[in-house]
């Protein structure tokens, strides 16, 4: 019964592919996230959704798309995958933005 | 642009001392601060001040928050090896949760 769930932990991908990795949270919370702790981990938000509907959408590449089917999934879709987007990716969710739960991150390793 | 900086970025102590972290912020429309303990996979939920001059404990740890100063203390007492972990603090406001850098706490036996 956990929280926030997301798949999968570990991506290991070879430049130029596409990937996706998918979160899921059964909080009834109405706000997901996705966040990019680098190798220092320094946490950076990349997008955030209300309720199904895009609210922040930071200075992130157009190789990142991501998509809320309903407003318990939140999937991210990587496009043509460079070797600078090597990161643990991290879902989370929240109660009108307030504490955020997160999922146990996706380590992804582009070679 | 909002902006979280913690100090120290990383502390190494012996069980039983006593840490205080560090953490200002600048953050418009303001709403909170958040402290989040991260061991080896995601982080975690400690506390959240929204209030100034109002301490908030749990167990060892206790925080509180200066909106005046724009600041915020994690003190951590009687430290313990399983309180080794990074120390994220974040600035609420309507929109989002901005981070700071953390502080990385090692705690030696």
């Known amino acids: 019964d956990t929280a926030v769930s997301q798949t999968p932990k570990y991506l290991v991908t070879q430049m130029g592919n596409d990937k996706s990795i998918k979160c899921e949270q059964n909080?009834?919370?109405?706000?997901m996230y996705w966040y990019k702790q680098d190798s220092k981990k320094f946490l950076k938000i990349m997008f955030s959704?209300?309720?199904?509907?895009?609210?922040i959408n930071e200075t992130v590449p157009n190789r990142f798309s991501p998509k809320s089917p309903d407003k318990a999934h939140l999937n991210l879709h990587i496009n043509s995958l460079e070797l600078g987007d090597s990161a643990v990716y991290f879902c989370?969710?929240?109660?009108?933005?307030?504490?955020?739960?997160f999922g146990s991150g996706t380590q992804l390793s582009v070679l | 642009e909002d902006k979280v900086v913690q100090s120290p970025l990383s502390l190494v102590v012996h069980e039983g001392d006593t840490v205080t972290l560090n953490c200002s912020y600048e953050?418009?429309?303001?709403?909170?601060l958040l402290w989040y303990k991260q061991e080896k996979k995601a982080p975690t939920f400690l506390f959240m001040l929204?209030?100034?001059?109002i301490e908030k404990k749990s167990g060892r740890l206790s925080s509180i928050l200066d909106k005046k100063e724009l600041f915020s203390i994690l003190n951590i007492t009687a430290t313990q090896t399983g309180d080794s972990a990074v120390y994220l603090c974040?600035?609420?406001?309507?929109?989002?949760?901005?981070f700071g850098d953390g502080t990385t706490l090692t705690v030696k036996p």
């Open positions: 909080l009834g919370h109405d706000t």
């Open positions: 953050v418009t429309n303001f709403r909170s």
């Open positions: 989370a969710s929240s109660h009108r933005n307030e504490k955020l739960f």
């Open positions: 959704y209300n309720n199904k509907e895009l609210i």
């Open positions: 929204t209030s100034s001059g």
């Open positions: 974040a600035g609420l406001n309507a929109g989002k949760s901005t």
